[in-house]
């Protein structure tokens, strides 16, 4: 994802356990991350395209900072999400009432249906913080898509700084609230433990997290497991080309057209 513009580096949405994310950052997720945090306008544009000929799932809908203003678009958006928090807060907002929900695992899902466009958003699969069932998210978006035409986005940063042992990050000074991580990083296993702190009204909240990163060349192999393939590879929602220093990737995934090697 997006480094943040005014808060320094940044790795993104600070990612929780995937069975408590909501319990954890669902009070303070759509104050630290608006729509404007990441570029997101321009993503519900971008998705507004690929789902305009059929209906889009959501993997990790979350609070529904993509799903809304998309449904908005008149796609008809579907989101699964394993946080009763999140999905709570989602349908709580203005426009909920135009995106479908359901409290399932991206890493094992079935809504028995098809859908243009899958996608995956703001490092949501680095949430899932195991290799087998990231690789299964893959399966679940491939079984999502209709037919040749579907097509599965999947949005998430680069992390950069990934040697192993333990860094302080700092990610917002204001004028009441200072916010930095701890973080310990294993770039054997790639899992990225940190404990937020969020220093105001002289005290401090931590908020632990755990994440899986995934380097883009892992997310290839995946995609080929679930007989996916790389359409499109920009450092961003306005295009663009990846180069060595990119820190955030959008990968455009379809069907392999059977026959293909
Ligand atoms: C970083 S948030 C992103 C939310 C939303 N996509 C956005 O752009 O704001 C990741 C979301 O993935 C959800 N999540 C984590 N593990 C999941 C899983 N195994 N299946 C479905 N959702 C999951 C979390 O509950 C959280 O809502």
Redesign the pocket.
């Known amino acids: 994802m997006a480094t943040d513009p005014d808060d320094g580096p940044d790795d993104g949405?600070d990612?929780g356990p995937?069975d408590d994310?909501?319990g954890t950052f669902g009070d303070v997720y759509d104050d630290w991350?608006s729509l404007d945090f990441d570029d997101g306008a321009t993503a519900v544009e971008v998705l507004a395209r690929y789902g305009r000929d059929g209906d889009a799932l959501?993997?990790?809908?979350?609070?529904g900072?993509?799903a809304i203003p998309l449904a908005a678009r008149g796609v008809a958006v579907h989101g699964?999400?394993?946080?009763p928090d999140?999905l709570r807060r989602l349908r709580a907002k203005p426009g909920a009432e135009l995106v479908r929900t359901e409290l399932?695992?991206?890493?094992d899902c079935d809504l028995g249906r098809r859908f243009a466009l899958v996608y995956s958003?703001?490092?949501?699969l680095f949430?899932?913080p195991d290799q087998r069932r990231q690789t299964a998210c893959f399966a679940v978006a491939a079984r999502h898509l209709a037919g040749p035409g579907g097509r599965f986005v999947v949005d998430h940063q680069i992390p950069d700084a990934v040697g192993s042992g333990s860094s302080v990050r700092h990610l917002h000074t204001g004028p009441d609230r200072f916010r930095f991580s701890l973080v310990h990083c294993d770039p054997v296993s790639q899992i990225m433990e940190r404990q937020t702190m969020v220093v105001e009204n002289g005290g401090v909240t931590p908020y632990r997290s755990v994440i899986r990163y995934l380097w883009p060349s892992e997310m290839d192999l995946m995609a080929a497991a679930a007989g996916l393939t790389l359409e499109d590879r920009w450092p961003g929602w306005r295009g663009g080309t990846v180069r060595p220093d990119t820190r955030r990737c959008v990968s455009v995934y379809r069907p392999v057209a059977p026959g293909t090697p």
């Open positions: 949405p990612d995937d994310y909501g991350y959501e993997l990790g809908v979350g609070t900072r993509i699964v999400d394993t946080s999140m399932a695992d991206m890493a958003v703001f490092n949501s949430c899932v």
